[in-house]
């Protein structure tokens, strides 16, 4: 097993298309620039580095990453969104405090969708899961280059293609209000957190889902969320401590 304890130090080398990480070298999902950008921002926010009421403009980000502007300014309008930034006119972006306390809630929202997801998600992709299976192998490729942006993404949409094959309009609104990018970034770069246990966790997630298992693919998805939970320190015993979806 490997324990996470820190952002990795080779996680925003790749800025441009020069060179590739093993993740982006891998056939999977390309990641955009502004994605990169945005989730270094949101590393940067987790660790400290940027304090909360910091003031964060497109010039100063662009000069520091090498950068033009443009995608500075998309992954800026994206973190604003996702609730890591407060924006104002003519006022630039400043960093937002993040209270622990809103993220234990977003966990317990998101566990239930997600159970409910899985369940309404398995008759569709019964035999029918080589877009998750894309995504889990970006995620392995992105964990052994070392690169956690590349991996938040790459489970970002692992679970995006769950909740879309739900086909369920009012459930994919909810789960997209609850910010789950945000989420996993902060999970993942929580200190002690097992990201090959994480990862692997999918695998499992991915054969309930191929089998057409509803029950299961709920409950593992359910205790997946669970696990994130701040100073949750088993992720067996998490979902014990979340209310049932149903």
Request: overall charge neutral; charged content about 20%.
């Amino acid at each position: 097993m490997r324990t996470h304890t820190g952002w990795p130090s080779a996680e925003m080398r790749q800025w441009t298309s020069g060179g590739q990480s093993a993740a982006q070298s891998a056939p999977y999902i390309a990641i955009p620039l502004r994605v990169r950008i945005r989730e270094h921002i949101t590393a940067r926010i987790v660790d400290g580095t940027y304090v909360p009421g910091q003031r964060l403009t497109e010039a100063e980000v662009a000069r520091t990453l090498g950068t033009s502007q443009t995608p500075v300014r998309e992954a800026l309008r994206e973190l604003s969104a996702m609730g890591f930034l407060e924006s104002a006119p003519n006022k630039g972006c400043r960093v937002r405090r993040i209270d622990s306390e809103e993220i234990r809630q977003a966990h317990i929202i998101r566990a239930a969708l997600e159970d409910i997801a899985g369940q309404l998600a398995a008759p569709q992709l019964k035999g029918n899961t080589t877009q998750l299976r894309t995504s889990l192998g970006g995620m392995r490729a992105a964990l052994l280059d070392g690169d956690l942006a590349a991996l938040c993404f790459h489970s970002t949409q692992f679970h995006r293609s769950i909740v879309d094959s739900a086909n369920n309009t009012a459930l994919t609104r909810a789960w997209n209000a609850v910010g789950i990018e945000m989420l996993t970034l902060i999970g993942a770069g929580q200190p002690g957190v097992d990201l090959y246990a994480c990862v692997e966790e999918h695998d499992a997630i991915m054969n309930a889902l191929d089998a057409g298992n509803a029950s299961t693919a709920g409950r593992l998805l359910k205790n997946h969320a669970c696990a994130y939970i701040a100073g949750q320190p088993d992720r067996a015993e998490a979902s014990h401590r979340i209310p049932s979806a149903r």
